[in-house]
């Protein structure tokens, strides 16, 4: 049951070139830093990495995007990371752009075992009609387009509704950061670091947790914890001067 692992280094060493990656946090929020550091020392490429952003240029999962690294992206928002938007429109990053909420529950019924869902978000837009361009040529005309997905009538309160068909993520390895963990590999997460943690934890089928505060196993309070060790695989604890090595997106300061 003791899930500990010495080294980011070790806990990442599987992890094969074309490997789908989910990866926790907001931002640079509870994002596994450590862990992606190992994993750009590793040297596997071609991922696939699920997550709601892709850092900034030079932290986070900006770092493996730089490397060229990451082939494929599936996020919500991009907006802070100008070699991802460089990628992306000179064709060498396909990048499939997810309503935040979808991407979400995407990820939750990957962990939890559902297939698909319905939902009403992106109905009557190329969310649900298809064509938005996931991949471009290197002259500008588009590679790859979203399919169309299947739009469904239901019965609701409001009366009759359209819902759009969504497909649930389940990724080779979910990596994740938690402020709190144990040696069984149940996890807590700080104030707005619980962000996409969890939903990356539960969709990964060998999930890796780079933790700030080991604790012996029953030291948790089990009403207090976020994610459950079921999830968890491989836990990685932080030194001192790992844990604390946090950036701030954006400082705002006086003058």
């Known amino acids: 049951m003791d899930k500990t692992v010495t080294t980011a280094r070790e806990a990442v060493a599987d992890i094969r070139s074309g490997s789908t990656i989910a990866v926790g946090g907001f931002g640079l929020c509870g994002i596994p830093s450590v862990l992606i550091e190992a994993l750009l020392e590793q040297g596997a490429e071609s991922l696939e990495a699920v997550s709601n952003n892709c850092g900034v240029d030079d932290a986070g999962l900006g770092q493996l995007l730089t490397a060229r690294r990451i082939r494929r992206m599936v996020s919500s928002y991009v907006g802070?990371?100008?070699?991802?938007?460089?990628?992306?429109?000179?064709?060498?990053?396909?990048?499939?752009?997810?309503?935040?909420?979808?991407?979400?529950?995407?990820?939750?019924?990957?962990?939890?075992?559902?297939p698909a869902f319905f939902t009403p978000t992106g109905v009557g837009t190329q969310i649900a009609e298809g064509g938005l361009p996931w991949k471009y040529h290197s002259e500008g005309s588009i590679e790859v387009a979203s399919p169309a997905k299947e739009v469904r009538t239901f019965e609701t309160d409001d009366g009759l509704k359209e819902f759009v068909l969504e497909q649930a993520i389940v990724a080779d390895f979910g990596l994740v950061r938690a402020w709190k963990g144990d040696r069984h590999g149940n996890l807590i997460f700080r104030m707005t670091a619980r962000n996409f943690n969890p939903l990356a934890a539960m969709c990964g089928r060998v999930t890796i947790a780079e933790v700030e505060h080991l604790v012996e196993?029953?030291?948790?309070?089990?009403?207090?914890?976020?994610?459950?060790?079921?999830?968890?695989?491989?836990?990685?604890?932080?030194?001192?001067?790992?844990?604390?090595?946090?950036?701030?997106?954006?400082?705002?300061?006086r003058s």
């Open 80 to 114: 802070e990371n100008k070699e991802f938007a460089r990628q992306y429109l000179q064709g060498e990053l396909e990048v499939e752009l997810t309503p935040q909420g979808t991407l979400a529950e995407r990820m939750r019924a990957g962990g939890s075992g559902i």
């Open 217 to 253: 196993p029953g030291e948790i309070d089990p009403a207090e914890v976020h994610t459950p060790g079921v999830f968890v695989h491989r836990v990685v604890p932080l030194t001192s001067e790992q844990a604390n090595d946090k950036r701030i997106e954006k400082r705002t300061v």
